[in-house]
């Protein structure tokens, strides 16, 4: 399971979750003993009746009795003074080891559970005597008043208040590359460059990343998409300004009265230039930006290729055209119609870089994926630094001019249309003399 986002919220949420637990027991646990301790205004008051009681016990045993009548009148408690005789029923001296530390209450040390509903009997120790006194502890001197009300607030707030720290740290954990992501479409939107997003998440490796990577590839293949149609829209502006030009000094003339066999026969020829050219410029366009999803149909290849082979043949009967193709050879990939559009295109720029008398070889041979099919001329081939550029629209080799009217879409529409049957073509220069166009089919 590759979903590392998905990992992370759950170890988030359930360390967040033991977190909380372990929060709420200690607070609760900690806040419980601390209000289970009795105050330093409560102690010093118990230990002031401790003095006052062992002063009036040692002076007169009668004033010491009217005094805790006054304190049980006063604060509503049970109070006495007790003397202490541990004694053993075998004679064993117990007096000086367990008097001392004798106690019969709690003492002010100890906590004072918040959970009674009663108030416990204290138990203060004299200092130069054996007695004690024993008093209810009142309830103004209790401690944990603010218990309750406390245990409910960290119960319920403290709770909250780590899931609301949680949410929001996942919301940050989110949102952060999302913004990223928003920020940069709006930069998009915009037509300002867009700037990487991967490199702004650093190490993250989860689905966000992912996401990111996705962007930056979309974001990177729109703008060199929305550069190739300005680039096409720009050369076919310029193509055709030329053309028209022509067709409207034609015009003129005809305007002025010049007629002349020329005219006519130059506006049919600048007319059907035009339109092969913005046929051409359309199909490309169109090729650019439809999807790979086509319906194969089956193409019967070597008839294809017999076709082709006659027309150029008929077309060039001053160059030699060399075949070696198998008898059968069946194909699924694309539209035939794609495909004869392309593999004539090869063939008649073959032929026409091929000097008169030269020769032009077409072969075919299996491949382990599918099919290679070689065009080979006797051209005077293309530098290494161009051979890309072949299949860039509106690209013509310098004096290419010389070898026929063009306007650089044919190779450029022969590679869409290649990749449109699920193949790919590729220039090579010869090691004596000559051009080498490989074209790849998938054998599906």
Known sequence: MNKPLLLKLWLLLALGTVALFWAIALLLDNTERELSMLSEESRQQLLDWRDQAELLSLRDPSQ???????????????????????????????????????????????????????????????????????????????????????????????????????????????????????????????????????????????????????????????????QRQRQFVADLSHELRTPLTRFSLALDCLEQGIHTQAIPQRLRQETEAMQQLVANALTLAWLDSETESQIAEQTDLPALLDTLCDNARFEYPDRELETDYPAELQLNCGRTLWLSQALENVLRNALRFTPVGGRVRLQVQATECGWLIRVCDQGPGVPEAQLQRLFDPFFRLPGAEHYGKGYGLGLALTQRLINACGGRIRALNQPDSGLVMEIELPQM
């Open 64 to 226: 010491l009795a009217e005094w805790l009548q006054q304190l049980r009148q006063q604060e509503k408690v049970w109070v006495t003074v007790a003397n202490v005789r541990v004694d053993s029923v075998d004679q064993t001296d117990l007096k000086a080891r367990f008097t001392d530390g004798f106690i019969l209450g709690r003492s002010i040390d100890w906590p004072i559970h918040l959970y009674l509903d009663y108030n416990p009997v204290m138990d203060l120790p004299f200092i130069s005597s054996d007695g004690h006194l024993m008093i209810e502890l009142p309830h103004r001197l209790r401690p944990g008043d603010a218990w309750r009300p406390l245990k409910w607030l960290l119960q319920l707030l403290l709770p909250l208040c780590l899931l609301l720290a949680l949410c929001y740290l996942i919301y940050q954990h989110l949102m952060r590359p999302i913004r990223q992501l928003q920020q940069a479409a709006l930069t998009m939107e915009q037509g300002l460059p867009h700037q990487p997003l991967r490199p702004a998440m650093g190490q993250r490796q989860d689905e966000l990343s992912q996401l990111a990577d996705s962007f930056d590839q979309m974001a990177q293949q729109v703008q060199q998409q929305l």
